[in-house]
């Protein structure tokens, strides 16, 4: 079965006629009208009615009022309307209209409309970005993934002016993402990761290379180690590259590193306890963000240079897995002892770190990876983890963070903590052991900042972001698509 998806669709007169339901904003009690003359006529007329007596803002003020209905962020009251065409108004509180209360009242609509085939007009929404910001959680909150696909879903239009285009294309990068994280784990490997870039990215100006076999990854010392565990889904570096057609400025080199692996069982360092295990489809939720922003990216039309690389692999426990005690040497000729096989996520972003910076010469380095239990316990559910030294790039990214919802966190990189990685066999470790200094997350980037060189870099830790554990706001239970949103802001504004 073909699987559908939430849309968002320009507002138009035949829209407003076709609608199903009709989203109408409430604050502090009181229902407001702020759609122009086209939908207050409508109101007025006998196509929405109830009981055959049409509607007026304070009419439907006395219905909020009945409802005890205050105005506060993401209440809703369905009213069964009588009509040619609409079947229901949504009373929705929408707070103070600020971003968030704006995107809990949009989730509030989405979740109700889930599963259905219904049009929805909704008159919510403030201005520029705050518009795109409840028009992204009407859709993202609908949202729904099936093993066998699925049938039915809503399709949105704002009465506001917004880019409904662009709004649309990140929708799609972010849909993309998390489709591509809730499939399961016997489904997707590499391989299947190749080829779902090659059929995301069939229609835009991209390049793909999938680098595999022993030749090709002979200088990848982490990503064989980690992915040699699944001898007969072996691993990969999916690299993509997009460039703008534009030839109005010089365009910077952006590379986007990201965590794949398919599934991780922590290898011989395997998980404890059992249930930690269970959903670790996610783990390559880094990668498929970055699948997800460069199909943005490329259906914008952003003017720039973007290389992507995927660095995939499973995480088995099976005859070919590394051991702890094993010294691998990386791409770049640096050499890390393994301590702990379930710290894998940095070895094979240690080989992709180090391509980018030989081989593409990046003007900005990214990684994005769910990397460490240290970043959840740290940040929770609601912002990334971000690392760097630029204090004015991680600027823009807190700024962007805010305008597109994925929040970012700027941590520190100390440096003290450094000498936790010291091996005596080999250059490092690849986790902090002795003496312990904890900050998980701070020495993971501190491991992973000496593979970045002197680039521009800057590491998002998504563990906690990444994957939602409950069915609430704007995402599922399951893979969010984290990311996707933050890099279209910046590499828009770039």
């Known amino acids: 079965m073909p699987t559908q998806r939430p849309q968002l ?29 086209e939908i207050k006529d409508f109101l007025k007329s006998g196509k929405s009615a109830i009981g055959g007596v049409s509607l007026s803002a304070k009419e439907l003020t006395g219905m909020a009022a009945s409802y005890n209905l205050t105005g506060k962020a993401g209440e809703l009251i369905e009213i069964p309307v009588t009509s040619r065409s609409i079947s229901s108004i949504f009373l929705v509180g929408v707070g103070s209209n600020s971003r968030s209360d704006l995107v809990k009242a949009g989730s509030a609509i989405g979740r109700k409309l889930r599963g259905t085939s219904k049009k929805c007009l909704s008159l919510c929404g403030g201005r520029g970005e705050l518009t795109r ?9 609908a949202y729904q993934w099936k093993i066998n696909g699925v049938a039915l879903a809503p399709t949105f239009a704002l009465a506001r002016k917004y880019d409904h285009i662009a709004a649309q294309e990140i929708l799609a990068g972010v849909l993309l993402t998390r489709d591509l994280i809730h499939t399961p784990a016997n ?32 200088r990848f010392g982490g990503l064989r180690a980690v992915g040699n565990s699944s001898p007969k889904r072996p691993p990969a570096m999916i690299e993509i590259s997009y460039r703008s057609t534009s030839r109005s400025k010089k365009s910077p080199h952006v590379v986007l590193v990201g965590k794949g692996i398919m599934f991780d069982t922590g290898g ?5 306890p059992y249930e930690n295990m269970v959903a670790m489809k996610s783990d390559m939720a880094g990668a498929a963000a970055i699948l997800g922003t460069i199909r943005a990216a490329a259906a914008l039309g952003v003017n720039c240079r973007i290389t992507g690389l995927l660095m995939c692999a499973e995480n088995l426990l099976s005859a070919t897995s590394q051991r702890p005690s094993d010294v691998i040497t990386h791409f770049d000729g640096q050499t890390v002892e393994v301590i702990d096989t379930d710290a894998e996520g940095r070895l094979v972003l240690a080989d992709g770190l180090g391509y980018a910076v030989e081989k593409l010469k990046p003007d900005y380095l990214i990684d994005l990876a769910t990397l460490t239990g240290a970043a959840t316990l740290g940040l929770s559910r ?18 962007a963070g805010e305008s597109s919802g994925d929040r970012v966190w700027h ?10 990685l010291r091996s005596g066999v080999a250059d490092f470790k690849n986790i902090a052991e002795k003496p312990s200094v904890g900050g998980g997350s701070i020495t993971a980037a501190l491991f992973l900042e000496k593979f970045a060189r002197d680039s521009r870099w800057v590491h998002f830790d998504i563990a906690g972001v990444g994957r939602s554990d409950s069915d609430s706001g704007e995402n599922p239970k399951g893979g969010t698509g984290f990311g996707v949103r933050l890099l279209v802001d910046w590499l828009t504004n770039l």
């Open 187 to 218: 489904i997707k490997s590499p391989q299947w990761m190749a080829s779902q870039a090659k059929k995301a990215l069939a229609k835009y100006p991209v390049e793909i290379t999938v680098h595999q076999g022993a030749k090709s990854l002979s």
């Open 268 to 272: 011989v360092s395997l998980k404890r």
């Open 411 to 420: 941590m520190p990189l100390v440096d003290d903590y450094a000498e936790s």
């Open 9 to 37: 669709v320009p507002f138009t007169a035949r829209f407003l006629n076709g609608a199903d339901v009709l989203a109408l904003p409430v604050v502090d009690g009181v229902v407001i009208f702020e759609g122009g003359s």
């Open 382 to 399: 609601h912002y990334a983890a971000m690392y760097t030294r630029d204090n004015s790039l991680a600027k823009k990214f807190s700024q």
């Open 133 to 141: 910001a409840h028009a992204l959680s009407l859709a993202l909150s």
